[in-house]
């Protein structure tokens, strides 16, 4: 297995939904929504990338850092990298039948897991979105995340002791889908949640709560206040709102408010093992790859997640590596220019 061919597969089963760029950057696609694009001018996704390309690493080689070490403990769980498959739901209804969902989530979950590391799965109007996510996370022992609609609070406390038994060690709920018109459309109504209504959901349910898409400081610290286990900063890979900055430029602001309180995730636009030290160097804990591992999903299964999984964990100990940085738990900003 290969890129060239997990990208050429992919590329011929979205028949045209998604165009496999050589560089993943919400260019082609501005606006592609239903599809995989950013929304609107595309902007959002963009910024993404932007933010990460003006993010510079000092390389430096005199020292001895030799074999760094890239495992992390996030939530409790040992991951053997600290990139976690971030939830794409819908595959089947947005993309051509590229994939059934089904199918879909088991290839996420279960290279997520092959790559030593975690995945999620989605939600969305349809119940085949979050079921199909949940069998595959059963299917894995409950190695898996489901995330959450920020539906009425009630339901979102069902779900997750759905998640709860099916031995999900945590479950998300990505709060910034929350003007996602498809799922009022469908009669399931969505909405911004208050700090009572985070805290309601996480007195409520067994399991770790991450809440998915903060982008600003006091979102963040009303999430803490809230009693919520990690958050996401994240703007859904610029799919929620049109214009807002890259999560890299947000992320050091972010992280200053809350950062050793509760665990720290990012996600958007991540491309490579490097962006990855970019992003924990800003403040992360760990990260979460969306577009590049549905790619590798639909060209080449849970051995294609896997093996774009252990290619970023390459690159990451490379660039570990040149810029003299030996483990994961507190990488210093000092190694960004
Ligand atoms: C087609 C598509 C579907 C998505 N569906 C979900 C979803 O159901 N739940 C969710 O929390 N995030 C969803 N996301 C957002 C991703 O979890 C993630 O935040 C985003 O893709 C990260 O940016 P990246 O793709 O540049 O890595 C979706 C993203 C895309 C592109």
Redesign the pocket.
């Known amino acids: 297995m290969d890129i060239n061919t997990i990208h050429r597969s992919a590329k011929a089963r979205f028949r045209g939904a998604c165009r496999v760029c050589p560089v ?1 950057n919400g260019t082609i696609c501005a606006g592609e929504v239903p ?2 694009g950013g929304l609107g001018t595309g902007a959002a ?1 963009r910024h ?1 990338i932007q933010a990460l390309a003006e993010c510079r690493l000092n390389l430096r080689t005199v020292h001895s850092v030799k074999k760094p070490d890239l495992a992390c403990r996030i939530l409790g769980l040992d991951l053997a990298l600290p990139v976690i498959g ?6 089947a209804l ?2 051509n039948g590229a994939m059934a969902e089904a199918e879909y989530t088991a290839a996420i979950i279960s290279g997520c897991r092959q790559a030593g590391t975690i995945g ?1 799965t ?3 109007p349809v119940p085949v ?1 979050f079921d199909a996510g949940l069998d595959a996370i059963g299917r894995e022992d409950g190695w898996g995340i489901p ?1 959450i ?1 920020p539906r009425d609070t009630d339901k979102i406390v069902e779900l997750a002791k759905q998640a709860a038994a099916a031995g999900a060690p945590a479950f ?1 709920m ?1 709060i910034d ?1 929350a003007a996602l018109v498809n799922m009022t459309n469908a009669g399931q109504p969505v909405g911004p949640k208050t700090i009572q209504e985070l805290a309601y959901i996480k007195n409520h349910t067994p399991i770790p709560f991450i809440v ?2 903060i982008m600003t400081p006091d979102d963040a610290e009303a999430c803490w206040q809230a009693g919520v286990d990690a958050i ?1 900063v ?1 703007n ?4 929620a709102l049109d214009h807002t900055p890259g999560t890299a430029e947000v992320l050091p602001y972010v992280a200053e408010a809350v950062k050793g309180k509760m665990t720290v995730l990012v ?4 491309r490579s093992g490097t962006d990855v030290l970019k992003m924990l160097a800003l403040g992360a804990d760990a990260v ?5 591992l ?1 790619i590798a999903a639909v060209g080449g299964g849970a051995d294609g997640v896997a093996f774009v999984l252990n290619k970023y964990k390459a690159e990451l100990s490379a660039a570990m590596i040149l810029t003299g940085t030996a483990g994961l738990s507190d990488v210093p900003v000092e190694i960004l220019w």
């Open positions: 993943c599809g995989m996704f993404n971030a939830a794409i739901g819908g595959i947005n993309m999620m989605g939600d969305g979105v995330v609609k998300g990505d889908a998915k898409g996401v994240s859904h890979g610029g799919r996600d958007g636009g991540i979460l790859l969306g577009r590049p549905a």
